[in-house]
């Protein structure tokens, strides 16, 4: 689990690179917030797609390999995209990126569910070294692109190649694990466990909250920077305090869901996640000054407490699709968010993006009543359910 979290992080600064490179595009290219914002959307787009796609492939198929070169392909697409001015070019590099970030996902769920066999906090610890990719992403972009500009950004591939030797070496552990398990001697057998029914009600519920989740998260991550330098009058160093602030609150957080679930149980635990997030994202949009940094923090942890435990959730909801099941938590519905991110730059263009982020405070009440009628897995509906 060590390993695959490692290689987690490595993955996930991609993910968080793309939102820490919108403000270096801004002031080098003089985007506007639509066109910046579409440089999220072109990470998100192909990935919301394919993501999936790769999660029902693993179902029929189990291809590890997958691990290290789609760290590979996602450091590239970031690394080029600060190559060269065109605008065109940078989408695609973006998309490239994406792309390896989806095919990452959803076999390294079921590789680390396998590992984790089955803890809430052993998958929360997998979840946490992609929050640290994401906290450290804006250190990492703004350590190199402040310095040597947007034409330094191939120096961004080195997370990437850590990243797949970290995957092979995790692999081959996995592997060894197994290989020891099967030369053990086994004891008496009967007959083998039988799989539970998909529930893919619940998981369309679910579903439906993280899609919410990940609207607030994409929103916050493209323009929180730009936002609180603008709200604080400070300079680009406040906006990437604010932006790590976001990344790194979503690390403490992670572990927190899983060591709560454990306590008391993943429906409650997500569903106070959401409710506190409301209050959170309004503090955000509507308290000026410093104790702005103070709402960022608490959003990242009511966005990333429930995060592991979408993961688990939507695999016990869909037992016989796995794959299926953490292409759609871990990439559908969390890529989803990239969608609305061009919306909210024309908004920010037009208005305000004060006026633009405001919509946001509403979203996580809406997963709370998409989460309200939910039950844990497997579990007989009551009176209360």
Same mark, same amino acid.
């Given at each position: 689990?060590?390993?695959?979290?490692?290689?987690?992080?490595?993955?996930?600064?991609?993910?968080g690179? !793309?939102?820490?490179?919108?403000?270096?595009?801004?002031?080098?290219?003089?985007?506007?917030?639509?066109?910046?914002?579409?440089?999220?959307?072109?990470?998100?787009?192909?990935?919301?797609?394919?993501?999936?796609?790769?999660?029902?492939?693993?179902?029929?198929?189990?291809?590890?390999?997958?691990?290290?070169?789609?760290?590979l392909?996602?450091?590239?697409?970031?690394?080029?995209?600060?190559v060269?001015?065109?605008?065109?070019?940078?989408?695609?590099?973006?998309?490239?990126?994406?792309?390896?970030?989806?095919?990452?996902?959803?076999?390294?769920?079921?590789?680390?569910?396998?590992?984790?066999?089955?803890?809430?906090?052993?998958?929360?610890?997998?979840?946490?070294?992609?929050?640290?990719?994401?906290?450290?992403?804006?250190?990492?972009?703004?350590?190199?692109?402040?310095?040597?500009?947007?034409?330094?950004s191939?120096? %961004?591939?080195?997370?990437?190649?850590?990243?797949?030797?970290?995957?092979?070496?995790? =692999?081959?552990?996995?592997?060894?694990?197994?290989?020891?398990?099967?030369?053990?001697?086994?004891?008496?057998?009967?007959?083998?466990?039988?799989?539970?029914?998909?529930?893919?009600?619940?998981?369309?519920?679910?579903?439906?909250?993280?899609?919410?989740?990940?609207?607030?998260?994409?929103?916050?991550?493209?323009?929180?920077?730009?936002?609180?330098?603008?709200?604080?009058?400070?300079?680009?160093?406040?906006?990437?305090?604010?932006?790590? !602030?976001l990344?790194?609150?979503?690390?403490?957080?992670?572990?927190?869901?899983?060591?709560?679930?454990?306590?008391?149980?993943?429906?409650?635990?997500?569903?106070?996640?959401?409710?506190?997030?409301?209050?959170?994202?309004?503090?955000?949009?509507?308290?000026?000054?410093p104790?702005?940094?103070?709402?960022?923090?608490?959003?990242?942890?009511? =966005?990333?407490?429930?995060?592991?435990?979408?993961?688990?959730?939507?695999?016990?909801?869909?037992?016989?699709?796995?794959?299926?099941?953490?292409?759609?938590?871990?990439?559908?519905?969390?890529?989803?968010?990239?969608?609305?991110?061009?919306?909210?730059?024309?908004?920010?263009?037009?208005?305000?993006?004060r006026?633009?982020?405001?919509?946001?405070?509403a979203?996580?009440?809406?997963?709370? %009543?998409l989460?309200?009628?939910?039950?844990?897995?497997?579990?007989?509906?009551?009176?209360?359910?």
């Amino acid at each position: 689990m060590p390993l695959l979290s490692l290689g987690h992080a490595c993955v996930d600064i991609y993910q968080g690179a !793309v939102a820490a490179l919108v403000p270096f595009f801004v002031a080098e290219r003089a985007y506007t917030y639509a066109a910046a914002s579409g440089i999220v959307l072109a990470a998100s787009l192909l990935s919301s797609v394919v993501q999936p796609l790769f999660g029902a492939l693993t179902d029929k198929w189990a291809m590890p390999w997958l691990l290290p070169v789609s760290t590979l392909v996602g450091g590239a697409g970031v690394a080029l995209a600060g190559v060269g001015g065109n605008y065109a070019l940078t989408l695609l590099a973006v998309a490239v990126s994406g792309i390896g970030v989806a095919a990452y996902h959803p076999e390294a769920a079921r590789v680390a569910r396998q590992a984790s066999r089955g803890s809430h906090t052993a998958m929360s610890w997998f979840s946490l070294g992609g929050n640290v990719g994401f906290a450290a992403a804006p250190l990492l972009v703004s350590a190199v692109i402040a310095t040597g500009g947007l034409r330094a950004s191939p120096l %961004l591939v080195i997370p990437a190649l850590a990243g797949a030797v970290l995957c092979v070496a995790a =692999l081959r552990s996995v592997r060894a694990r197994e290989a020891a398990a099967e030369g053990a001697p086994q004891g008496p057998k009967g007959a083998p466990a039988p799989v539970a029914e998909d529930d893919w009600p619940s998981f369309i519920k679910l579903s439906g909250a993280v899609v919410c989740r990940s609207i607030v998260f994409t929103g916050l991550s493209t323009f929180i920077a730009l936002y609180v330098r603008e709200r604080t009058g400070g300079g680009a160093a406040a906006g990437t305090v604010a932006l790590f !602030v976001l990344y790194v609150g979503g690390a403490v957080g992670t572990v927190a869901g899983g060591r709560l679930a454990a306590r008391y149980g993943r429906i409650p635990v997500v569903r106070w996640s959401y409710a506190s997030t409301v209050l959170a994202v309004a503090g955000v949009v509507l308290v000026p000054g410093p104790l702005l940094y103070v709402f960022v923090a608490l959003v990242s942890a009511g =966005l990333y407490v429930p995060f592991s435990l979408h993961i688990t959730l939507g695999q016990d909801y869909l037992p016989r699709r796995m794959g299926t099941a953490s292409g759609v938590t871990l990439g559908l519905t969390v890529s989803i968010g990239g969608l609305a991110s061009p919306l909210i730059g024309a908004v920010a263009d037009a208005a305000s993006l004060r006026v633009a982020l405001a919509p946001l405070i509403a979203l996580p009440a809406l997963g709370w %009543l998409l989460l309200r009628t939910l039950r844990e897995p497997g579990a007989e509906a009551g009176p209360d359910s």
